[in-house]
């Protein structure tokens, strides 16, 4: 359950310390209590020129981890970076709906976490190298499969729509 436990930034929180709800705080995670108690949770956000950054963490009993970290700037969410691709890579719609890839290898990209109704978008990006093509498990394009433009450092954007099953997918290349 959620507390009603908004503080004002740079506020220490230090009540329900040992009640497993979420706890939420509009200052950096510094000022959460030290670990101890397994299955707390805690979200903090800080927010500079615009930008806000939520983390969400958990307590283990013994320290807290991250485990999602999302941007928003301007009230609109910010682009992932998922990392260089390899010859593959699973991407996890927890860290965020926009994702960017940089495509170091032919891929094989995998999914986790979407949510039936949500629509996820990601940036594939194309090495200084080039020539790298790149496979979406899930992603059903119907009857446009997506040409990419595999020249060095280009952009392609494909955006998804997942139905539950697979994602209902779209294309666009950036200076085809």
Same mark, same amino acid.
């Given at each position: 359950?959620?507390?009603?436990?908004?503080? %004002?930034?740079?506020?220490?929180?230090?009540?329900?310390?040992?009640?497993?709800?979420?706890?939420?705080?509009?200052?950096?995670? *510094?000022?959460? +209590?030290?670990? *101890?108690?397994? !299955?707390?949770?805690?979200?903090?956000?800080?927010?500079?020129?615009?930008?806000?950054?939520?983390?969400?963490?958990?307590?283990?009993?013994?320290?807290?981890?991250?485990?999602?970290?999302?941007?928003?700037?301007? *009230?609109?969410?910010?682009?992932?970076?998922? !990392?260089?691709?390899?010859?593959?890579?699973?991407?996890?719609?927890?860290?965020? +709906?926009?994702?960017?890839?940089?495509?170091?290898?032919?891929?094989?990209?995998?999914?986790? %976490?979407?949510?039936?109704?949500?629509?996820?978008?990601?940036?594939?990006?194309?090495?200084?190298? !080039?020539?790298?093509?790149?496979?979406?498990?899930?992603?059903?394009? !119907?009857?446009? +499969? +997506?040409?990419?433009?595999?020249?060095?450092?280009?952009? %392609?954007?494909?955006? *998804?729509?997942?139905?539950?099953?697979?994602?209902?997918?779209?294309?666009?290349?950036?200076?085809?």
């Amino acid at each position: 359950m959620v507390r009603n436990n908004i503080n %004002n930034v740079g506020a220490t929180y230090n009540t329900h310390d040992s009640d497993p709800g979420i706890h939420v705080q509009s200052s950096a995670a *510094g000022s959460r +209590p030290a670990a *101890g108690t397994a !299955g707390r949770k805690w979200v903090s956000t800080t927010t500079v020129g615009g930008t806000t950054v939520a983390s969400l963490a958990y307590d283990t009993g013994s320290a807290w981890v991250t485990d999602t970290t999302f941007t928003v700037t301007n *009230g609109q969410p910010g682009i992932y970076d998922a !990392g260089n691709s390899g010859t593959s890579l699973a991407i996890n719609w927890n860290n965020g +709906p926009v994702q960017k890839v940089t495509l170091t290898g032919n891929a094989t990209l995998t999914f986790s %976490n979407p949510q039936t109704g949500s629509t996820y978008t990601l940036i594939l990006v194309q090495d200084g190298t !080039g020539g790298r093509t790149v496979s979406l498990t899930g992603f059903d394009f !119907g009857d446009n +499969p +997506p040409s990419y433009n595999t020249a060095l450092n280009k952009k %392609n954007v494909v955006s *998804g729509l997942y139905d539950g099953t697979e994602y209902l997918a779209a294309f666009a290349v950036k200076g085809a």
